[in-house]
């Protein structure tokens, strides 16, 4: 969708050259950290063994490539993702409170996985196919009842779509619990793992198919970012502007929850990082979107591999879910952002 906006009127401080430097710098980062991550655990290993005979079935080769790689490179499409959702949410309700685990969408995608992990092996489709289209297909169906109910008198109410979005998730959350009462022992202990988070793989089919889900999601959020810029000065502004916001808002929706439930159908229920991420981001590199989406994919990616590094790191014996670590580092945040703007009022 094209739309004909002034690039003088809405960010125009955003240079080639410091677009270059930003993205250049957080992808330089990104290296270092995926090479401090793979190198740390709860068991040592020679990284420098491991790299140079990839291929002799040693255990450093093993534990690098087979356990810890992929899971960083995960950890990295995830994170990226969830953080892209969280920014155009923000942008998109101009609320800075808004993010995927917050309104819902992340709680309507883990009631889709549920589910599916509840009727595996009773349907004809496998796992791997069906819980990614659970995922997305719940993530969608709360965007839009809390979308439907964020509505008043026919504009879109960012906080009442905000508390919509607090009542979607308690709604999904005891339907969760329901699924799960009826769910047998082991089904019941895979949903309650798979809900608190894990970015757990060795496969790497599975990491190359989260990078294309994610970044087909993220390419279509880029084409917008000059709509989303608009839309930062407000819904009236933006319409004078040329922006068609209600075609805007939908596809911004859609693609939302097209990487919410890719990312929850693969990690499980990870909150905060589509909060923390875009504010960080925003802070040190400004509000425009055409700066701060891409830089908010890479900050993601760095953010959730730390905290998954940390989360396999804490303990020799039992593994801590990420999504524990997240929300240990979200919830203050989350406070914090709270009283910012109840000290500013609320309308």
Do not use: K
Not at 109 to 122: D, E, K
Not at 255 to 269: E, F, H, I, N, Q
């Amino acid at each position: 969708m094209n739309h004909r906006i002034d690039d003088r009127v809405v960010a125009a401080h955003l240079t080639s050259r410091r677009f270059g430097l930003v993205i250049g710098f957080l992808a330089v980062l990104l290296i270092v950290v995926v090479v401090a991550c793979v190198a740390v655990g709860p068991v040592r290993i020679d990284v420098i063994r491991a790299l140079s005979a990839p291929n002799d079935g040693g255990i450093d080769a093993t534990i690098l490539f087979r356990t810890r790689l992929p899971r960083v490179l995960l950890a990295i499409a995830v994170g990226a993702g969830l953080a892209m959702s969280g920014t155009v949410l923000q942008a998109l309700l101009r609320n800075p409170l808004a993010e995927p685990h917050i309104l819902g969408v992340s709680g309507g995608a883990a009631f889709g996985g549920v589910m599916t992990l509840f009727l595996a092996g009773r349907v004809a489709l496998p796992a791997y196919l069906l819980t990614p289209i659970g995922s997305f297909a719940g993530a969608l169906i709360a965007m839009l009842v809390v979308y439907r109910l964020g509505i008043v008198h026919g504009r879109l109410q960012p906080y009442t779509f905000l508390l919509a979005g607090v009542v979607c998730n308690a709604f999904t959350g005891a339907l969760i619990m329901t699924v799960n009462a009826m769910a047998n022992l082991f089904q019941t202990h895979g949903i309650l793992f798979w809900l608190m988070g894990s970015l757990t793989t060795t496969s790497y089919p599975l990491v190359a198919a989260s990078f294309v889900y994610i970044g087909f999601g993220g390419a279509l959020l880029l084409r917008d970012t000059r709509a989303l810029n608009a839309l930062s000065l407000g819904e009236d502004s933006a319409m004078q502007l040329g922006v068609d916001v209600a075609a805007v808002r939908r596809l911004g929706f859609v693609v939302s929850s097209l990487l919410v439930g890719a990312a929850v159908a693969v990690s499980g229920m990870i909150g905060f990082v589509g909060l923390i991420v875009p504010h960080v981001t925003r802070l040190l590199f400004g509000p425009d979107h055409r700066l701060l989406l891409p830089a908010s994919a890479l900050a993601g990616g760095i953010f959730l591999a730390l905290a998954d590094t940390l989360a396999r790191s804490i303990s020799s014996t039992s593994e801590v879910p990420v999504g524990v670590v997240t929300a240990i580092c979200g919830g203050p945040f989350f406070v914090y952002l709270l009283r910012r703007q109840s000290g500013r009022g609320l309308v």
